[in-house]
């Protein structure tokens, strides 16, 4: 039963992540300027799909990279046995509160140029997937929160462990490879869908900090203040 319930965490995590607003309008922009460079809709779904594996490969991989390289090292590893529950409250109440946009940070982004962006894109599909691959580690303040603090922390804590960034990369790649089908159907009224989107994802992300927050405090009362 655990081990569904953090496959379904990082599953929704990863959905949450690919329609906050950063992120969505990243994806949005890039499928549709993929479908202009291409003529056919078979190919643009190729090229789409491209691209969403690229996303789903950087945090899978990412991923994969911090969980084995803190567990392989037997003092951290011990550390984390340790201190990962305890610490696991007060990051989901900071993680729900980047959710509630209560705390905003400034992150560095990862940008291209025009001319490289074009060659991407004109490459076909392995330039997609290149081009999808460097997207996803342009982290805004809301995907770095829910990467960095929640799947992360989740994987550690769980017997699921390197397999939950995979999940969560499905999750992100999801909502993309719906828009990819879209644009290669030939659904003209993209901004309609995106407005809708929005809406919805205003209400979910909100929803979900304040159950960060709740559960936050919930382990914080269990395992830091020993209150239940």
């Known amino acids: 039963m655990a081990l569904l319930i953090a496959i379904g965490s990082a599953l929704w995590l990863g959905i949450l992540t690919s329609i906050s607003p950063c992120p969505l309008a990243t994806n949005v922009a890039a ?40 567990l392989s090292i037997p ?8 201190y990962m529950v305890k610490a696991l409250g007060p990051l989901l109440i900071i993680t729900g ?37 460097i997207f996803a580690l342009a982290f805004c303040p809301v995907s770095a929160a829910l990467f960095f603090g929640s799947l992360i922390p989740l994987a550690l804590n769980s ?8 999940v969560y ?17 030939g659904v003209t009224s993209m901004r309609h869908w995106f407005h809708k989107i929005t809406k919805l994802e205003f209400y979910t ?22 209150l239940f």
Do not use: C
């Open 75 to 82: 003092d951290v590893a011990q550390f984390l046995q340790k």
């Open 159 to 166: 017997k699921a462990g390197t397999l939950l960034p995979f």
């Open 169 to 185: 990369g499905i999750g992100t790649g999801l909502p993309v490879l719906a828009f990819a089908v879209a644009i290669a159907l």
């Open 97 to 133: 509160l980047f959710l509630l946009e209560i705390i905003t940070l400034k992150f560095p982004g990862i940008s291209l140029s025009q001319d490289h962006h074009n060659k991407l894109v004109e490459s076909g599909a392995p330039g997609a997937f290149v081009l999808g691959f």
């Open 205 to 226: 992300r909100r929803i979900t900090g304040i159950v960060f927050i709740l559960v936050g405090f919930y382990y914080t009362g269990i395992y830091i203040l020993r």
């Open 31 to 70: 499928v549709s300027f993929l479908s202009k460079k291409i003529a056919h809709p078979v190919l643009v779904f190729i090229s789409g799909l491209a691209y969403t594996i690229g996303r789903m490969a950087a945090y899978a991989a990412l991923g994969w990279m911090i969980i084995s390289s803190l």
